[in-house]
């Protein structure tokens, strides 16, 4: 499986750790405010991340290139400021506001480029190889 696979479900199940655990303190506590950082814990990290990591799995050249690991990580990055930002901001806290607000963007522009990745072609650079006389 490629690198970029691993990673993605290594950071994947640890959103899903962390969602369980908002869901079980939820359930427990029967304070359901934070619903929407548990939902979006769950689905935009270990739902979608593990989906990035079955695409990169089934299509390996796409991969080996740089943009994907640039991809990752601006994906991860949003996702990893949205989710704990969201968490305090439904908790009451308005300062988070804006840091849900950027951290949305900076998500949405990790699937921006996911979605570049899929529309362009598996083709990578070749280097010229030597000449063949047969
Ligand atoms: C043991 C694991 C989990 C626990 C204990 C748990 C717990 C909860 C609880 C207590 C709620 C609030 C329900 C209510 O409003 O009455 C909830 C809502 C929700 N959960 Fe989970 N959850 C778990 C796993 C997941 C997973 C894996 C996902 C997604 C992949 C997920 C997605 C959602 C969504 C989208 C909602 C909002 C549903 C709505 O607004 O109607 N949960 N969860």
Redesign the pocket.
């Known amino acids: 499986m490629p690198r970029i696979s691993h990673l993605y479900f290594k950071t994947a199940i640890l959103f899903?750790i962390v969602?369980?655990g908002m869901?079980?303190k939820?359930?427990i506590s029967q304070d359901?405010s934070v619903?929407g950082a548990?939902?979006h814990c769950?689905?935009l990290g270990?739902?979608t991340m593990a989906l990035f990591g079955v695409y990169y799995a089934l299509n390996p050249r796409k991969a080996e290139r740089r943009i994907a690991t640039i991809q990752y990580g601006i994906y991860t990055a949003g996702v990893t400021l949205m989710v704990p930002s969201l968490y305090l901001m439904l908790l009451g806290n308005t300062a988070m506001e804006p840091v849900v607000a950027v951290a949305s963007i900076v998500t949405f522009v990790g699937v921006l480029l996911f979605a570049f990745v899929i529309f362009s072609s598996e083709q990578v650079a070749m280097t010229p190889s030597t000449p063949s006389y047969r």
Request: no cysteine.
């Open positions: 899903l969602g369980i869901g079980l939820m359930a359901y619903i548990h939902a769950n689905l270990w739902v």
